[in-house]
């Protein structure tokens, strides 16, 4: 496993369990984890109560981070060693074009596109499916204050876009998980099976689905 893939990325829309499959990988791999760790944008509350004044500002936090981050790790070649992030830079402008007006997303794009780091390309993607009904009650359970605002009508948008990324995404070997039916965080078993099938991954694209 350590040879195959050292660098890692878990990808999927809000609440599909990204940040705690990153968790589990890197535990169990012992390896690094580089966490994109939303409360700590202090535009994230502001932006779910008001979308049009915060976005810009929102989006660009997040983005920065996520450059300073990889910047970081490439500096100290962190990347030689086994890392699991749970982000794909790649798929920042998704938000990007869901949130901002046009001329706020010409901006951004230039941003992007001027900062973007050359990072190493991940041996693997793990895009975590999962419907919207699914997203929306596992956002709801998270019981994040801030979260409560975000509605179904929004999560569709999400995964629809999402969706039309990996459907294009060949820049990595890909695994698309249907975790709507998937509980590893509570289920050993269901892990184990996933952690399974990441080891058997041999082709550049790939499926895992579960059903119970």
Known sequence: MRNNFNYI??????GAGKTSLTRLLSRQLGGQMLLEDPDSNPFLERFYQNKEKFALATQLN????????IDEMVQMKLFDSVTVADFLLEKDPIFAKLNLSDDEFNLYRKIYDYLKPGAPVPELVIYLQASPTKLINRVKSRGKIYEKQIT?????????????????????PLLIVNS?????VDSTRHFEMLYERILGMRGPREFFGFAD
């Open 9 to 14: 990325a878990v990808e999927g829309p809000i």
């Open 62 to 69: 997040f983005f920065l981070r996520r450059v300073e981050q």
């Open 152 to 172: 179904k009508d929004y999560l569709v948008l999400v995964f629809q876009e999402y969706q039309r990324f990996f459907h294009a995404y060949d820049r990595s």
């Open 180 to 184: 709507d039916n998937l509980n590893f």
